[in-house]
Nanobody
Framework: QVQLVESGGGLVQPGGSLNLSCSAS????????MGWYRQALGKQRDMVAS???????NYADSVKGRFTISRDNAKKTVYLQMNSLKPEDTAVYYC???????????WGQGTQVTVSS
């Protein structure tokens, strides 16, 4: 079972930036498309970005042009660079694999992102 540890969240003003990191244990990470997900209070968890093993990326419309996902396979880490943050980006952010089939790995603790003036 892969263990996931997210970090890098915090409180930022609208228009600000944050860079999130997700470290994964186990080399199986290298075989999976990875995704960043977020869950706002009282809402379901949704995927906002994904990156394939080869580096192809996809983004939810709500973050397209503002967020950039990347991965460092040697470090078994996935990143999410978030720019031009908006209050509606406030949520707990998680990473996990992005395959549509099969159970997700155990979710990490997530990292809280709060966008507020």
């Amino acid at each position: 079972q892969v263990q996931l540890v997210e970090s890098g969240g915090g409180l930022v003003q609208p228009g600000g930036s944050l860079n999130l990191s997700c470290s994964a244990s186990g080399s199986i990470f290298l075989l999976y498309t990875m995704g960043w997900y977020r869950q706002a209070l009282g809402k379901q968890r949704d995927m906002v970005a994904s990156i394939s093993t080869g580096g192809s990326t996809n983004y939810a419309d709500s973050v397209k042009g503002r967020f950039t996902i990347s991965r460092d396979n040697a470090k078994k880490t996935v990143y999410l660079q978030m720019n031009s943050l908006k209050p509606e980006d406030t949520a707990v952010y998680y990473c996990n694999h992005a395959r549509p089939m099969g159970a997700k790995w155990n979710w990490g603790q997530g990292t809280q992102v709060t966008v507020s003036s």
